[in-house]
């Protein structure tokens, strides 16, 4: 009978229809004579292992001998060994009563013989080389039920025994899952060519599938014959859904047409011709560096050195003699997504590309401005790049000084994360010798915020001035530290994708559109810097005062450990910035 549920059960328990005292009380007693039965099994088990042992007993090991002996030789009227007639008998030896406890587990073992394994489905031999043989089960528990069994069941050896509608359920199976596979490899090859080798192929397969057919008829009609009539109709619903399904098999599907929208690419790149780069453009150079976020030149130069050198942003034809996307499309496509935030359907209007073409237009552009343009506008400062920071530092009232530094996120973390000063640390950075005061230093440093660590190459402005040099130092270094803000909050603007959430998953990917962004902000800020340069670059150059500082090539002298050391200085980093105070 199926289990009652749980409210079921809480309510037979609430109406006092529960079990009866009795019920529980046998149950108990069961239980109690099994645990009797496993500690008795037990000490056997330790008595045998006493008794085997060669070396000499311990103490301990000798008491429990002896009390295992004791309780074997003593006679019980509670348990009966199987010898009724045991006490007339005389013999109540120790070898006598171990040798009928291990006669009663072998009873036990032999009760329920361990049935052989056989193959999935149908058994094919028994394990002596038969042929299995089908038998009806008399058996009070499955009377008439069907089995596999063998001639020679009673000559002591193993055999073969399987119940006949357990292996006809995994024949079944077994059908199913070969005929799910011959569908595959039909529907694929009623999709290639008609050439004589794939229809051969798919003949022989149609073969197949007929002989399985005819296999799963007659196991039908063996349903039918040996089964009850209950059982019969599931057997029977089986097979249908079987036959179906190679039926559903035989017949080729149709192949699904792929969704295709057609975007016109060929008129967008004409509308975008005409409305930017023709001679006479819709609009102007002021309109075109507002969206494309640099001047048109620039553009056209990032545009034909990818179409030159990165195979993706060359123009091919498909099968249909159509041409591609032009170089110009997917360029675009890649600049608007970093100004307006990463939207893919903001290029359509002008582009004519589905969303997900657009993201790969970005990642692809993003991939060559690394490739193309990294070496040039990311890189390590050249000796005059150096001297023209470390002048311009100098003219604005610090000498030695060559940026700010600065992190939107936690600076501490990301600190002790950064390569900033690793080639510092290592010995492979140009190194600097400046005077501030008539004092020399030879690290570098960055202008930075109260968080920084006191290090020579941090000077942080003072948080509660006293005096009125405190005072002027802390407005000047603040003021020049917002350089740096000024920067960032440039990029922001410029490039919407470095201001919103990033709505990519892979971290490689949003790394790239980062340092492309930097390289195109730089590309920029190279192209522009003529229109509103404040100084003049080649003015350190000319210049006939007396050098306060001085670039020379790497050395590795020194260890790592005492280079980090140095860095480190609390001590010196004081008395830089004494010196600076002293100096502004």
């Not at 596999?148 to 009673?154: E, F, G």
């Not at 249908?240 to 969704?259: D, F, M, N, T, W």
């Not at 075109?288 to 060359?314: A, C, D, H």
């Not at 130092?473 to 919407?496: M, N, W």
Request: charged share 30%; net charge neutral.
């Amino acid at each position: 009978m199926r289990p009652e549920g749980i409210k079921a059960a809480k309510a037979s328990k609430n109406s006092g229809k529960g079990k009866a005292y009795g019920d529980y009380k046998s149950m108990w007693d069961l239980k109690m004579e099994d645990l009797a039965q496993k500690e008795k099994l037990s000490k056997l088990a330790i008595l045998d292992t006493l008794l085997a042992k060669k070396e000499p007993l311990s103490e301990s090991e000798e008491v429990v001998k002896n009390k295992l002996l004791a309780f074997y030789t003593q006679p019980s009227d509670s348990e009966d060994y199987g010898l009724r007639n045991s006490a007339d008998s005389g013999n109540s030896s120790t070898e006598m009563n171990i040798m009928l406890d291990q006669a009663e587990i072998e009873a036990a073992q032999n009760q329920y013989p361990l049935q052989p394994e056989v193959e999935f489905g149908f058994p094919k031999e028994c394990y002596c080389g038969r042929e299995p043989l089908l038998a009806t089960s008399y058996k009070r528990n499955d009377p008439g039920r069907r089995f596999y069994t063998c001639d020679n069941i009673d000559d002591g050896d193993c055999h073969v025994y399987k119940w006949w509608d357990v292996a006809v359920t995994e024949e079944i199976k077994a059908l199913g899952t070969h005929y799910a596979q011959l569908s595959d490899r039909v529907d694929y090859l009623s999709f290639l060519s008609d050439d004589d080798t794939h229809m051969r192929k798919f003949k022989d397969l149609q073969f197949d599938l007929e002989q399985k057919l005819l296999r799963v008829e007659r196991i039908g009609c063996d349903l039918a014959r040996n089964t009850s009539r209950l059982f019969r109709i599931a057997c029977v619903m089986v097979v249908v859904v079987v036959l179906i399904g190679i039926g559903l098999a035989a017949q080729p599907k149709e192949r699904k047409k792929r969704i295709v929208i057609e975007r016109n690419r060929e008129e967008g790149h004409n509308h975008l011709w005409n409305d930017y780069f023709s001679e006479n453009p819709t609009y102007s150079r002021s309109l075109f560096r507002q969206g494309f976020r640099m001047n048109k030149s620039l553009f056209q130069r990032i545009v034909n050195r990818l179409s030159t050198e990165i195979p993706y942003f060359q123009q091919s034809e498909d099968a249909t003699g159509r041409s591609s996307l032009t170089p110009l499309q997917k360029c675009t496509a890649a600049i608007r997504q970093l100004a307006y935030g990463g939207a893919a359907d903001t290029v359509d209007e002008y582009v004519r590309i589905g969303e997900t073409t657009a993201r790969k237009c970005l990642h692809n552009f993003a991939a060559a401005i690394i490739t193309l343009f990294g070496d040039e506008y990311l890189r390590r400062p050249t000796p005059e790049d150096l001297e023209r920071l470390l002048h311009i530092g100098e003219e604005r009232g610090f000498p030695g000084m060559i940026g700010s530094i600065d992190c939107t996120m936690n600076d501490l973390n990301i600190l002790d994360r950064s390569h900033v000063f690793d080639d510092v640390i290592n010995g492979i950075a140009l190194q600097v010798i400046f005077y501030v005061n008539g004092n020399p230093y030879h690290y570098a440093y960055y202008l930075a915020d109260g968080i920084y660590p006191k290090w020579t190459t941090f000077i942080q402005s003072i948080r509660l001035p006293q005096t009125q040099k405190h005072s002027l130092f802390a407005q000047t270094q603040e003021s020049v530290r917002k350089d740096v803000e000024r920067a960032f909050g440039v990029l922001q603007a410029r490039f919407a994708f470095v201001r919103n959430p990033s709505k990519l998953w892979d971290k490689e990917k949003i790394g790239n559109i980062m340092r492309a962004c930097i390289i195109l902000r730089n590309m920029i800020v190279e192209d522009e810097r003529s229109s509103f340069s404040q100084f003049n670059k080649f003015e350190f150059q000319e210049r006939e005062e007396v050098d306060t500082y001085f670039v020379n090539m790497p050395s590795n002298l020194g260890s790592t450990m005492d280079r980090r050391t140095s860095l480190r200085n609390k001590q010196a980093h004081e008395q830089l910035k004494n010196d600076l105070i002293e100096n502004i």
